[in-house]
């Protein structure tokens, strides 16, 4: 009789799913950004949450819970209720790198979140200053191997995907470069174009500016494919560091046990959404390109992430800020 009711149970709450999907949603959605107000997350957030609204008649609310390394606005949205109603605009930083960086953590992927969708995904780049003898990745090699650990190279901040760049690519080439961190990826990317310092590790939106005054020279995309933005930048991998393939993105999370039928609802909106024109202009315009996926697609790339950074964060000995 126990096994025919807990039997009922699960088949009636299949049931239901659908019917609970097609009312979904019926009052507003809060979409949680960990971070403040203007950066590539939270624009991220307010155009998604733009064109939900349009498209379901329901206000999508933004709120940005800044602060502690992102845990402040992930905990929220871990302890959301799994009704489809809390979302979380995350990064990879969020959900592939503090997870292998800090020992305690307020929240756990695996037990407090469902994906949803990958949303938009930002080039990294090996950037030079135009000044620099730095004409290509084995310039920078070679330099690094006549004066191990000499040569700077600057990031945003210490434990972001840009260090773990820098660190990889030490790594696979056998050298060790001085990491420089900043207060953001405008500072860096000042630095290099100022020529306080000589290398950076910086999302290609950072260096833009600066590429088109001439003062800095991208020397190499850091992810495995061509830059939309400029493909005849050549890869770290199509120049010899095989292994280094990382990029900046941006993702779509629910609170674990939301209904399976709600994630594919605001799935499959969110797909028709970053496949507009319009949209996709909007996030190339601050360097990102928007980057669709279904959920058990965002699952695979953050458990590759997660484990190959893992690897660089405990190989580099690199630890948080």
């Known amino acids: 009789m126990r096994i025919w009711l807990i039997a009922a149970a699960s088949s009636l709450a299949l049931l239901t799913q659908p019917a609970v999907s097609q009312t979904y949603p019926s009052k507003p959605i809060h979409m949680l950004v960990p971070y403040a107000p203007g950066g590539v997350t939270d624009i991220a957030a307010r155009i998604v949450g733009a064109k939900l609204t349009e498209a379901w008649g329901q206000q999508v609310v933004v709120e940005n819970r800044p602060g502690g390394n992102g845990f402040i606005g992930m905990s929220a949205g871990a302890k959301g209720a799994p009704d489809g109603y809390t979302l979380t605009m995350a990064t990879i930083g969020d959900v592939s790198i503090n997870p292998v960086l800090f020992k305690e953590m307020p929240y756990n992927m695996e037990r407090d979140f469902t994906s949803v969708g990958l949303v938009s995904d930002i080039p990294l780049v090996l950037a030079a200053n135009s000044e620099t003898p730095y004409k290509s990745v084995a310039d920078v090699i070679a330099a690094a191997k006549a004066q191990p650990g000499r040569i700077s190279v600057g990031s945003p901040g210490s434990g972001t995907i840009n260090q773990i760049v820098i660190e990889w690519i030490g790594l696979e080439t056998g050298t060790k470069f001085q990491h420089i961190p ?18 950076g590790v910086l999302a290609s939106s950072s260096v833009a500016p600066h590429v088109k005054s001439g003062k800095i020279r991208v020397l190499a995309v850091t992810g495995a494919k061509p830059s939309k933005f400029n493909p005849q930048w050549p890869t770290l991998q199509s120049q010899g560091v095989k292994e280094v393939d990382a990029s900046q993105w941006t993702l779509l999370l629910a609170p674990k046990g939301t209904p399976k039928a709600i994630v594919e609802k605001i799935n499959t909106e969110l797909v028709k959404i970053l496949n507009m024109p319009d949209v996709k202009e909007r996030f190339a315009a601050g360097g990102a390109e928007t980057s669709p996926s279904t959920p058990a ?7 590759t992430a997660t484990a190959a950074f893992g690897n660089i964060v405990k190989r580099a000995n690199i630890k948080p800020n």
């Open 297 to 303: 697609e965002l699952d695979a790339r953050m458990k």
């Open 182 to 199: 900043f207060k953001g990826g405008a500072p860096s990317a000042a630095a290099v174009a100022g020529g306080t310092i000589p290398l």
